[in-house]
């Protein structure tokens, strides 16, 4: 069965501080992987990662896949109260359009 | 460029009612996902429409539950008979006609959280 497992659950930390979220995920026919931001609303898309090795970046935000070994990361680097959500990690397996997500990583960022 | 829109935001319902959301994509798209969100889970995916089709509904249960996306009008999520396992939120997604396009970003809505009492 396809899945998607995201670590930690949550997370908490102080404002400045680097975090690192993991996803990995067993796929069939692996196309493409997400990243998005859940606040108490729509979950905001941040990446998507296609290829090995090529890192995304926007702000203080980047990502990475590794295809051989299954998993990406997302690091938040000085991070902000502003940052505190849920970040899920999705991948679009077998056709164009089913997402698998993990059940995400809640980080709480303390002023 | 109004974002996908679901209405409404919160719905209440008891056991044995009837519950129907709503959800209008992006102006352009012609693709809409449902996703339910059990709480301290995450987003599990239940069914695909295209205008007046049904891709797949093979993440929505058989009973109870139906979709629709007309050539007119919003895409609604009905839930006959809800029972307090049906609590959650339910979030739309939507995206452009994809053509050839593998990959394919979609976007979503602000969800509805419905609480069967």
């Known amino acids: 069965e396809d899945k998607v497992v995201q670590s930690p659950l949550s997370l908490v930390v102080h404002e400045g501080d680097t975090v690192t979220l993991n996803c990995s995920y067993e796929?069939?026919?692996?196309?493409?992987l997400l990243w998005y931001k859940q606040e108490k609303k729509a979950p905001t898309f941040l990446f998507m990662l296609?290829?090995?090795?090529i890192e995304k970046k926007s702000g203080r935000l980047s990502s990475i896949l590794d295809k051989k070994e299954l998993f990406s990361i997302l690091n938040i680097t000085a991070t902000q109260t502003g940052d505190s959500a849920v970040y899920l990690c999705a991948v679009l397996g077998p056709g164009t359009y089913k997402y698998i997500f993990g059940t995400g990583t809640r980080l709480k960022v303390l002023a | 460029n109004a974002g996908v829109m679901q209405n409404p935001r919160h719905l209440v319902r008891r056991r044995g009612q009837e519950a129907r959301l709503r959800c209008s994509p992006m102006?352009?798209?012609?693709?809409v996902y449902w996703y339910r969100q059990l709480p301290e889970e995450g987003l599990k995916f239940m069914v695909y429409l295209q205008k007046e089709n049904i891709i797949d509904e093979s993440g929505m249960p058989k009973e109870r539950f139906s979709a629709e996306f007309p050539k007119e009008g919003p895409s609604i999520l009905r839930i006959q008979q809800v029972v307090r396992g049906d609590s959650a939120a339910y979030f739309c997604?939507?995206?452009?006609?994809?053509?050839?396009?593998?990959?394919?970003?979609?976007?979503f809505g602000p969800g509805t959280r419905l609480t069967v009492l």
């Open positions: 796929v069939t026919n692996f196309r493409s």
């Open positions: 102006k352009g798209h012609s693709h």
């Open positions: 997604a939507s995206s452009p006609s994809t053509g050839t396009v593998s990959y394919n970003e979609q976007f």
């Open positions: 296609t290829s090995s090795g």
